[in-house]
């Protein structure tokens, strides 16, 4: 780097703004977070917050928190500070995405222009830093954060040094809870290869702890007999999970389950006892637990060690599975024996938006049925299901204006799917310039740091690791040259392709047999068809629209209840109780 002193300034200035661009598009490949800023300007300079935390129940029922109190309000009357808002939170911190009213709190700051934040210590404030980055947002626009046990302030006048203790105890705080995670693992692996259950304990057992204050399971011996009895009522293959539902009830049983509540904006976890639910059995049934196994990772193991006891056999928990196997062949197709579904990724569910799915059903006469319902548990609509002859008859209808088509309205189309296609095909010219200058300015600044290194300015493994960096860069901008140039021909192709198929394309979906290939056209065609209530929504696409208004002409178009707008055909549906 000697060398480097005697090169004249300006050849100086170029090093220093070729390396300055550098760290530039590095920042600015980094994933961005959102700026706080003070939105309002604070009354008065004087104005606080506080905030304290403590991570856990036994804690908030010790001393900490009124610890916490006495130490601020000491602090705040020898400043001089009015404090105007104050948050006691209690939840852990081990997910720093759920602590609520800690980002509650900031943007409380924010809005209201507040210059002065108290905290008890760092590790109170954040434990990541995702926290630290917001907190240094305020930091610049203005805000003051008070530490009062680590007598530390810190604002946009502290010192180098002042910032530096604080980034210091954001990484302690976050090392201290890395750490803590894998010991805990640690503890649960061992605890596991000990024979122990590391989880809340079935329907017929309980959470107890020996005389060393370890957590173990042991049978809930008022319960356990009837849990025995509901194996042995389903290994009969008479009764349905509902029934044994019922039966359990009628037993007084119930299941411990972890809830989560919101308290005053303050989230808060409790387990509570819950009515035992056919999803309840039919977890039971499966679950090797209760013949003295355990299940790790999907898999049932049984290492021999295992501290709880059985409630029921194996030979009898096969038996339950056997009668579960030959209820699943009744009424679904072998999965050896499948049939598509494919309608599947067809719909969206018009109530949650989430997925539509399909099952295969198969009656005692031998003849298969495929339904279609919402797969989610929490929707209403997945007890409403509908047939697959029933939608397929629909869709065919809603190709009814295409098997109208005239010369005229076929060649209005052709023309704007091809304005459409030629559009793109400029705008991908133009991404397609913007890339290449941009690989050219930086092939430009690998041949700025070579000439540098040439001259000393530049060592040789800087050199190689800045072209390493940028190798990198310049294969992503190739492949996106070659994706903007294959999109503007695939969709030319593409359209031009349907648009052969537009004039037959109700006989196919009437004679044709392949069903995938109804479904594809169909998506071709339809834009964002959804099942509400038993009925088939949907429009037309953009390029569709065009071509059903421009067969609309009275001289063959007679069907006006058919409309290219969004539509709503009622379907008959078959609903489960």
């Not at 049925?369 to 609509?381: K, N, R, V, W």
Request: glycine letters at 6%.
């Amino acid at each position: 780097m000697n060398n480097a002193k005697e090169l004249p300034d300006e050849e100086r200035a170029q090093i220093a703004k070729i390396l300055l661009k550098t760290e530039r598009k590095k920042i600015e490949r980094r994933p961005t977070l959102p700026v706080l800023k003070l939105l309002k300007s604070a009354a008065a300079p004087n104005l606080a917050v506080e905030f304290f935390r403590v991570s856990s129940e036994g804690q908030r029922e010790g001393y900490s928190l009124e610890a916490q109190r006495d130490k601020s309000a000491e602090y705040i009357k020898s400043l001089g500070l009015k404090c105007v808002n104050s948050w006691s939170v209690t939840e852990s911190a081990s997910k720093e995405l759920d602590r609520k009213k800690f980002f509650e709190m900031l943007e409380y700051v924010s809005m209201n222009g507040i210059r002065n934040v108290i905290f008890d210590k760092i590790d109170r404030a954040c434990r990541g830093l995702r926290a630290a980055v917001m907190i240094e947002d305020l930091v610049e626009a203005g805000v003051c954060f008070h530490f009062t046990r680590d007598n530390l302030v810190v604002n946009r006048d502290s010192s180098p040094g002042e910032k530096l203790r604080f980034y210091l105890g954001v990484v302690l705080a976050k090392h201290y809870i890395d750490n803590l995670r894998i010991e805990i693992k640690k503890g649960m692996d061992q605890r596991w290869e000990d024979g122990y259950w590391n989880s809340m304990a079935p329907v017929g057992y309980k959470n107890v702890r020996d005389d060393n204050g370890r957590a173990k399971i042991e049978l809930d011996e008022k319960v356990a007999r009837y849990i025995a009895e509901a194996f042995e009522l389903y290994s009969t293959g008479n009764y349905s999970y509902k029934a044994l539902a019922e039966f359990l009830k009628g037993k007084a049983v119930v299941v411990l389950k972890r809830v989560r509540e919101d308290v005053g904006g303050e989230i808060s976890k409790k387990k509570e006892f819950q009515p035992i639910t056919d999803r309840c059995i039919e977890k039971m049934i499966c679950n090797p637990f209760y013949y003295g196994a355990r299940t790790k990772n999907g898999a049932t193991v049984m290492t021999g060690n295992e501290k709880h006891a059985p409630i029921i056999s194996k030979d009898l928990f096969d038996r339950c599975q056997r009668v579960k196997s030959i209820r699943a062949e009744s009424t679904r197709v072998s999965l050896s024996h499948e049939i598509a579904k494919p309608f599947m990724n067809f719909m969206k569910c018009g109530v949650c938006g989430n997925s539509v799915t399909g099952e295969v059903h198969k009656k005692a006469s031998g003849k298969v049925y495929i339904y279609y319902h919402c797969a989610s548990h929490d929707c209403p609509e997945r007890r409403i299901n509908v047939r697959q002859e029933e939608i397929l008859s629909r869709v065919v209808e809603a190709f009814e204006p295409f098997s109208k088509f005239t010369p005229k309205t076929t060649a209005a189309f052709i023309e704007n799917v091809k304005t459409s296609a030629s559009a793109l095909s400029v705008f991908s010219a133009e991404q397609s310039s913007v890339l290449e200058a941009k690989k050219a300015a930086i092939e430009k600044r690998c041949q700025d740091i070579k000439t540098l290194v040439e001259k000393g300015a530049v060592t040789e493994e800087e050199f190689n690791c800045f072209v390493d960096q940028k190798r990198k860069v310049l294969g992503e901008i190739d492949i996106e040259i070659v994706a903007h140039t294959k999109a503007s021909q695939e969709t030319l192709t593409t359209s031009l392709r349907v648009i052969e198929l537009l004039q037959k394309s109700r006989d196919f979906m009437q004679l044709g047999t392949n069903l995938l290939d109804k479904a594809r056209l169909a998506k071709v065609v339809l834009s964002n068809p959804i099942l509400k209530g038993g009925s088939l929504e949907f429009s037309y696409r953009k390029e569709f629209d065009l071509l059903i208004e421009l067969t609309r002409g009275r001289n063959w178009w007679r069907r006006r209840e058919l409309n290219p707008g969004p539509r709503v055909i009622h379907i008959k549906a078959k609903l489960h109780a």
